[in-house]
């Protein structure tokens, strides 16, 4: 099987992709807009809670009542709405990865 440069450039070009999707890069990026408030990597040492180390499916529930309006809220409703379910579940598993040290 023969292939043209093109092609082959192309499927070079597609295991980083494919790689950095595992790696749950999307997740880690999502993520950084949560650290304003959350803290560093989700460390919060303030009155807002930290996202570090927090069950997955407590974080993907959280994000979906938030995003319902059905959970108290004094912004968190409006960043929700702004997420797709797939980017809230990324987020999530980004921060349940990260551990406490």
């Known amino acids: 099987m023969r292939f043209s440069n093109a092609a082959l450039i192309l499927m070079v070009l597609a295991v980083p992709a494919v790689a950095a999707d595992n790696d749950n890069v999307n997740g880690r ?7 304003g408030c959350h803290g560093p990597n989700g460390r919060s040492d303030g009155p807002i809670p930290g996202l570090i180390g927090l069950q997955k499916a407590y974080i993907v529930m959280a994000m979906r009542e938030f995003k319902e309006g059905t959970r108290q809220a004094t912004v968190m409703h409006q960043h929700a709405k702004g997420y797709t379910d797939e980017q809230i579940e990324r987020i999530a598993e980004y921060f349940a990865a990260q551990k406490l040290n």
């Open 29 to 35: 990026n999502w993520a950084a807009t949560c650290t």
